[in-house]
């Protein structure tokens, strides 16, 4: 038995000897929540009892059973509010559940991508998409760095941006002036992946006039290869291009896969992004899935070349 004293004044906790001899079983109780049976113990010095679930970051929570398809739903281009619909649960749980496994995703992507510190990508793929918080005049850009072979998201940011061409006029009268935080955006991924990235990988970008500082910046000893954006291959789907090779394809086919399986990215969707806390949480539960399920090839069988080729008959 592993349980200490949850309570961090309780004198059992600097006492010499293992837990157990401070902590004993009592009994159980039903989690109606979830229809199991969860084991109590009591600290046998304050008298307190807890379970074993007392200390989880689930700790009280009510209707256990929607978080996992939960999750599944807001990957698949569900709302919030479609999902509290289908799921028989109040708007409010399911924006709270949200943080919460926002919270659960970015812990369990940091312990995903854990064997690159080992083993770094020497060839990745980094860009930019557009998207905005509550109306087109506040724009947000997502900026991602992506592994060319597998396809795996190895890290993201979002930064404000001000309204850019026809926006920009009406943006500044009715919101007043908007920081632009992408340079500090990028910076901030660049570092942020530097344990997953070889230091001397092949990092592929578009030309962009300001990537190369930042890229020498966090990879001086890393090859920075810069592409000329393509047109986009369908109407409104800017993501894939019309180019018989796209070198920043595993990039734009990730892109065009946030923008298929998030509500809030779709082209033309009436679903906004209503804070950007909402949509790092969304975006770090999308990234959970892409990397675990939707990319769950190995190294040696990527679908990099077969997906490409597709795109392009379909284009
Ligand atoms: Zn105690």
């Known amino acids: 038995m592993k349980h200490s004293c949850p309570?961090?004044?309780?004198?059992s906790r600097h006492l010499p000897?293992?837990?157990?001899e401070h902590v004993i079983r009592f009994g159980t109780f039903f989690r109606k929540s979830d229809s199991r049976h969860i084991d109590r113990f009591r600290c046998q010095i304050c008298k307190a009892t807890f379970s074993k679930s007392t200390?989880?970051?689930?700790?009280?929570?009510?209707?256990r059973r929607i978080t996992h398809p939960l999750e599944e739903?807001?990957?698949?281009g569900v709302s919030q509010r479609r999902s509290a619909m289908l799921l028989g649960v109040?708007?409010?749980?399911i924006s709270r559940r949200v943080r919460y496994l926002g919270a659960r995703a970015r812990r369990s992507n940091q312990k995903h991508l854990r064997p690159l510190e080992q083993n770094p990508a020497v060839e990745v793929q980094f860009d930019d998409l557009e998207t905005h918080e509550h109306t087109k005049c506040k724009p947000l850009s997502v900026s991602l760095v992506v592994q060319s072979q597998t396809r795996k998201i190895l890290g993201f940011t979002v930064s404000r941006m001000p309204a850019k061409g026809r926006l920009s006029k009406i943006a500044l009268e009715k919101y007043g002036p908007r920081p632009d935080e992408r340079q500090a955006g990028w910076r901030e991924l660049l570092?942020?992946?530097?344990?997953?990235?070889?230091?001397?990988?092949?990092?592929?970008s578009d030309d962009n006039p300001h990537y190369p500082k930042v890229v020498e910046r966090h990879f001086p000893d890393a090859t920075h290869v810069t592409v000329k954006g393509g047109r986009g291959a369908i109407t409104g789907q800017g993501e894939l291009k019309?180019?018989?090779?796209?070198?920043?394809?595993?990039?734009?086919h990730t892109c065009a896969m946030l923008r298929a399986n998030l509500n809030r990215l779709f082209r033309r969707t009436w679903c906004t992004t209503k804070t950007i806390?909402?949509?790092?949480d969304h975006l770090s539960i999308y990234v959970a899935f892409h990397n675990r399920r939707l990319t769950s090839f190995g190294p040696d069988q990527t679908t990099d070349c077969s997906a490409q080729a597709t795109a392009i008959t379909a284009s």
């Open 7 to 11: 309570d961090v004044k309780c004198p």
């Open 17 to 20: 000897g293992p837990d157990s």
């Open 55 to 63: 200390l989880l970051p689930n700790y009280r929570q009510k209707v």
């Open 73 to 76: 739903l807001l990957c698949s």
């Open 90 to 93: 109040a708007r409010t749980t």
């Open 191 to 204: 570092s942020l992946v530097q344990s997953y990235v070889s230091p001397s990988a092949t990092i592929t």
């Open 242 to 252: 019309k180019l018989k090779y796209d070198p920043i394809f595993s990039l734009n």
């Open 277 to 280: 806390q909402g949509l790092i």
